[in-house]
Nanobody, 126 residues
Framework: QVQLVESGGGLVQTGDSLRLSCAAS????????MAWFRQAPGKERAFVSV????????NYADYAKGRFTISRDNAKNMVYLQMNSLKPEDTAVYFC???????????????????WGQGTQVSVSS
């Protein structure tokens, strides 16, 4: 019954910034670890970042470290991904995901997530 909806994607130039948002219906977001994955055309869905249910722990893909920041506001049922210094290789559909089966792990595996949004397109031009 929980739904995730991403927003904030768009077309930007190299070096620009975007902030993606993920809104969750219901008041159970604070029980989930939440993650961002991305999928570029012709490529498999790849891990971007994850944040624990209370926001205390985070993890990032190597390409995201130093450029991307994941955060959450459980009172608002929101998760964010601040993306700075964007590169053309960041172009992808970005998905928000929730891990409803384990409230403690911060997994990098897509198969551990059972709640997914529909995605938001991020396009970065040269």
């Amino acid at each position: 019954q929980v739904q995730l909806v991403e927003s904030g994607g768009g077309l930007v130039q190299t070096g620009d910034s975007l902030r993606l948002s993920c809104a969750a219906s219901g008041r159970i977001l604070n029980a989930f670890s939440m993650a961002w994955f991305r999928q570029a055309p012709g490529k498999e869905r790849a891990f971007v970042s994850v944040i624990s249910n209370n926001g205390a722990r985070t993890n990032y893909a190597d390409y995201a470290k130093g450029r991307f920041t994941i955060s959450r506001d459980n009172a608002k049922n929101m998760v964010y991904l601040q993306m700075n210094s964007l590169k053309p290789e960041d172009t992808a559909v970005y998905f928000c995901a929730g891990d409803a089966r384990n409230i403690f792990r911060i997994s990098t595996y897509a198969t551990d997530y059972d709640l997914w949004g529909q995605g938001t397109q991020v396009s970065v031009s040269s």
